[in-house]
C-alpha cells in the first residue's frame, strides 16, 4: 500500500480461519504453522490485508500450502556466527541471499540458538538456520545436493551476508540435531523415576521395621521380662532388679 500513515499501515489476517494448523503474524503476513503433526497434502489459505484508515480497505489472495511428509529428510541447518537477534531481523535477506546462490528456492523453516532463548539473543554468537530447498519443478532438493552447493558457493555467500551484517560472517553447514523425546516420552521416564524411588524408599522401610523387630525378639529371648527396649532391665523372681550381662542397661 503506497499510502502514508495509518491509511499505509497493514494488517493481516487468515479469513474464516477454522483450522488449527496456520496462524499469521498480522504485523507481517508470515505465515507459520501450528500443527502438522502427521499431516500432509495442500492447504488453501484466504488471506487477508486491511489498511487503517478512517475507511477501511482491504485486499485478499489465497495461499497454497504444500505439506510434504518426507520434507524432514531434506533438511539442511546453516550455522552463521551472528546473534539470533540480528538474524531474526534479516531472515528475509537471508533467504535472498541462499535463493540468488543455490539457484532454488529456499524456505526458512526454523531460527534458533542452543542457549536459552531470552539468553541468547543478547548473548550467543551462533545462530541455526534450518533450510530446504525446492527445484522449479517444486520438488525437493535432497539435502546432499544443497549441501554441496552451499560448499561450492560458500564464499559467495558469505561475501553477500557481510553486506547485509557489516561485519565478517562464516556460514557453516551442520547436521541438523536428532529428535528431542516427545512430552509423552518425558513424562513416562519421570514418572518411571518417581515409581523407583518410591519403590526403594518402600523396601528400605520395610527393611528397617523388620530389623527393629528382630532386635527386640533378641532382647526378650536373652532378657525374659523386658520392660522397655529404651531401658532393658529385668526383674527376677525375687523381685530384684539386675542389669542383663549381655545388655547395659541405659537411663533413656
Same mark, same amino acid.
Given at each position: 500500500?503506497?499510502?502514508?500513515?495509518?491509511?499505509?499501515?497493514?494488517?493481516?489476517?487468515?479469513?474464516?480461519?477454522?483450522?488449527?494448523?496456520?496462524?499469521?503474524?498480522?504485523? !507481517?503476513?508470515?505465515?507459520?504453522? +501450528?500443527?502438522?503433526?502427521?499431516?500432509?497434502? !495442500?492447504?488453501?489459505?484466504? +488471506?487477508?490485508?486491511?489498511?487503517?484508515?478512517?475507511?477501511?480497505?482491504?485486499?485478499? !489472495?489465497?495461499? %497454497?500450502?504444500? +505439506?510434504?511428509?518426507?520434507?524432514?529428510?531434506?533438511?539442511?541447518?546453516?550455522?552463521? %556466527?551472528?546473534?539470533?537477534?540480528?538474524?531474526? $531481523?534479516?531472515?528475509?535477506? *537471508?533467504? $535472498?541471499? =541462499?535463493?540468488?546462490?543455490? /539457484?532454488? %528456492? +529456499?524456505?526458512?523453516?526454523?531460527? #534458533?540458538?542452543?542457549?536459552? &532463548?531470552?539468553?541468547?539473543?543478547?548473548?550467543?554468537?551462533?545462530? #541455526?538456520?534450518?533450510?530446504?530447498?525446492?527445484?522449479?519443478?517444486?520438488?525437493?532438493?535432497?539435502?546432499?545436493?544443497?549441501? $554441496?552447493?552451499?560448499? &561450492?558457493?560458500?564464499?559467495?555467500? &558469505? *561475501?553477500?551476508?557481510?553486506?547485509?551484517?557489516?561485519?565478517?560472517?562464516? /556460514?557453516? *553447514?551442520?547436521?541438523?540435531?536428532?529428535?528431542?523425546?516427545?512430552?509423552?516420552?518425558?513424562?513416562?521416564?519421570? =514418572?518411571?523415576?518417581?515409581?523407583?524411588?518410591?519403590?526403594?524408599?518402600?523396601?528400605?522401610?520395610?527393611?528397617?521395621?523388620?530389623? $527393629?523387630?528382630?532386635?527386640?525378639?533378641?532382647?526378650?529371648?536373652?532378657?525374659? *521380662?523386658?520392660?522397655?527396649?529404651?531401658?532393658?532391665?529385668?526383674?527376677?523372681?525375687?523381685?530384684?532388679?539386675?542389669? =542383663? &550381662?549381655?545388655?547395659?542397661?541405659?537411663?533413656?
Amino acid at each position: 500500500d503506497p499510502d502514508s500513515g495509518d491509511n499505509g499501515l497493514l494488517l493481516y489476517s487468515l479469513v474464516n480461519n477454522q483450522m488449527s494448523e496456520f496462524d499469521i503474524d498480522e504485523n !507481517t503476513g508470515q505465515i507459520f504453522t +501450528v500443527s502438522l503433526s502427521g499431516k500432509a497434502g !495442500t492447504f488453501y489459505l484466504e +488471506v487477508q490485508a486491511e489498511d487503517q484508515g478512517t475507511r477501511r480497505l482491504t485486499a485478499r !489472495t489465497t495461499v %497454497n500450502v504444500t +505439506v510434504d511428509s518426507s520434507s524432514s529428510n531434506n533438511i539442511v541447518m546453516v550455522a552463521l %556466527n551472528q546473534k539470533i537477534n540480528v538474524v531474526e $531481523r534479516n531472515i528475509a535477506e *537471508i533467504k $535472498r541471499v =541462499l535463493a540468488d546462490n543455490l /539457484a532454488w %528456492n +529456499v524456505y526458512v523453516l526454523h531460527v #534458533y540458538s542452543n542457549e536459552l &532463548e531470552r539468553k541468547a539473543r543478547s548473548s550467543s554468537d551462533v545462530t #541455526y538456520v534450518e533450510i530446504i530447498a525446492f527445484d522449479e519443478a517444486n520438488q525437493e532438493v535432497p539435502a546432499e545436493d544443497v549441501k $554441496r552447493k552451499l560448499q &561450492e558457493q560458500k564464499s559467495n555467500i &558469505e *561475501i553477500e551476508l557481510e553486506k547485509i551484517f557489516l561485519t565478517t560472517v562464516t /556460514a557453516a *553447514i551442520e547436521e541438523p540435531p536428532a529428535d528431542s523425546a516427545t512430552p509423552e516420552l518425558i513424562a513416562t521416564i519421570v =514418572l518411571g523415576v518417581l515409581l523407583a524411588c518410591t519403590l526403594i524408599a518402600f523396601l528400605a522401610y520395610v527393611a528397617l521395621t523388620i530389623k $527393629r523387630k528382630r532386635y527386640k525378639y533378641l532382647i526378650k529371648n536373652q532378657a525374659g *521380662i523386658v520392660e522397655g527396649i529404651d531401658n532393658p532391665c529385668v526383674a527376677y523372681k525375687n523381685g530384684s532388679l539386675k542389669s =542383663l &550381662e549381655e545388655l547395659e542397661c541405659t537411663n533413656n
